[in-house]
C-alpha cells in the first residue's frame, strides 16, 4: 500500500483496551456513592436500635385535664382525642374557650402521654374511648379529634351506644394513609431520631411544641404530659391501609369535617369523605397548616361549641 499523498494526516484510533480518564473518575465515583450509601444505611439501622424512644422516663406525668368527674350526671361530654405523639394535654388552650355547659375528658390514646408504657393500636384506642364513654353513662357524647384523634374518633364510634353518641368533630384526618404514607413517616421519624440522638428527647419536643403553635405555660404542660417517638409511628402503622371512608359511611350521627387550608393531603380528599357521611358538613381554616386545634385554639373551640350546641340541643347552664 503507499504511502499518503504529502499534506495529508494519516489518523489512527487509540487502543481500545485503553480506559480514559473520565471512566476512571466515574469508577471511583460509583464506589465511593455505594460506599456512603452502605455508611448511610448502617448509621440509620445505628440510630434507630442504639437511641431509645420508646417509654420516656417522666414519673411525675400530670394526668389529662377532666372535667367530667360526676357520675350518673346527664350534662353533655366532649371526648378530646388528640394527635399523634401528644397526649390529652394538647387541647389545653382550647379548654378555656370551651362553653360551660359542656363536660369534657382529654383522653390519653394508648401508648401516649401517661399510657406510654401501652402499645398503640386503633382497637385499645377505641376500648379506651368506649370505657370513657362507659364512665359518664347515660349522659350524652360527642367525639372530637384531631389527626391521629379523628382516625381514632371514626374507628371508635361503632363502640359508643348509639342512643349515647351524639356526634363526631373530625379535623386533619380526611384522608386513607396509604403504606407510601406510611414510608415517608419512616424517613421523618429515622431523621427526627437522629436529631434526638444529639440531645434528649425531651429537649427536642421542647423545641417542637413551640414550631406548631404551643406557647408558654400550654408548651410545658405537652411536654410535661409525655411525648414520645414510639406513639407516633405506632399511629402511623395502625391507620396506614385502613378505608377510613368507609367507617365514616357507618356512622349514622352528625360529622363535622374541619381542615386547614394549607394541610394539603387532608384538603385533597375532604370531598371524598363528606359524601361518605351520612350526615355531614364542613369548616375550612383559611391560611392554615395541620394541627388547627392548636394552630387556631380559639375559632377551633368556637366551632365546636356551635356544633356541640345543635348535636346536643337546648342544655341547661352549670
Known sequence: MGTAPRGWRVSRSPPATRPTALRRWLRIGLILLTSL???????IVWLRTAVELGVTSQPTIPPPPTAAAAPGSTRPVLILLHGAGLNGHMWDAALRRLDPRWRYIALDLPGHGSHQAEDFTLEAAAASVARAAQAVSPAPVILVGDSLGGYVAMASAA??????????????????VTWHDRARLWVQSTFVRALIARSTEREFFTRAVAKVGFVGEDARNVVAGGMALRGFEQGAQAIAGVDFRAKL???????????????LSNMQQEDLFLAAARHGSKVNFENTAHGISIRKSSEFAEMVNGFAERAFGAAPRP
Open 37 to 43: 450509601a452502605v455508611l448511610g444505611l448502617a448509621a
Open 159 to 176: 363502640a359508643v351506644p348509639p342512643q349515647q353518641l351524639r356526634g363526631l368533630v373530625l379535623a386533619g384526618c380526611s384522608h386513607d
Open 249 to 263: 359511611a357507618a356512622i349514622p350521627q352528625p360529622v363535622l369535617i374541619a381542615n386547614g387550608t394549607l394541610d
